[in-house]
């Protein structure tokens, strides 16, 4: 989506099975750092890691 000349890009990812630790360790150890890189280099100028509560079959959802 763009607004303003800005774009605008959201990701939903959902854990399965009950399976929540690897892909919590995934985005905050290699996603985030890239992320963390690209602000530096000028390339994007924001972004989030939101990670929700766990629901009543132990599974999350990771928004990016």
Same mark, same amino acid.
């Given at each position: 989506?763009?607004?303003?000349?800005?774009?605008?890009?959201?990701? %939903?990812?959902?854990?399965?099975?009950?399976?929540?630790e690897?892909?919590?360790?995934?985005?905050?150890?290699?996603w985030k750092?890239?992320r963390?890189k690209a602000?530096?280099?000028?390339?994007i100028s924001v972004?989030?890691?939101l990670?929700?509560?766990?629901?009543?079959?132990?599974?999350i959802e %990771?928004?990016?």
């Amino acid at each position: 989506m763009a607004q303003n000349g800005k774009i605008y890009s959201v990701k %939903i990812v959902c854990s399965i099975a009950g399976q929540t630790e690897e892909p919590i360790y995934f985005y905050e150890n290699n996603w985030k750092v890239f992320r963390e890189k690209a602000i530096e280099l000028n390339y994007i100028s924001v972004y989030k890691l939101l990670i929700s509560e766990k629901d009543s079959s132990n599974n999350i959802e %990771i928004l990016l």
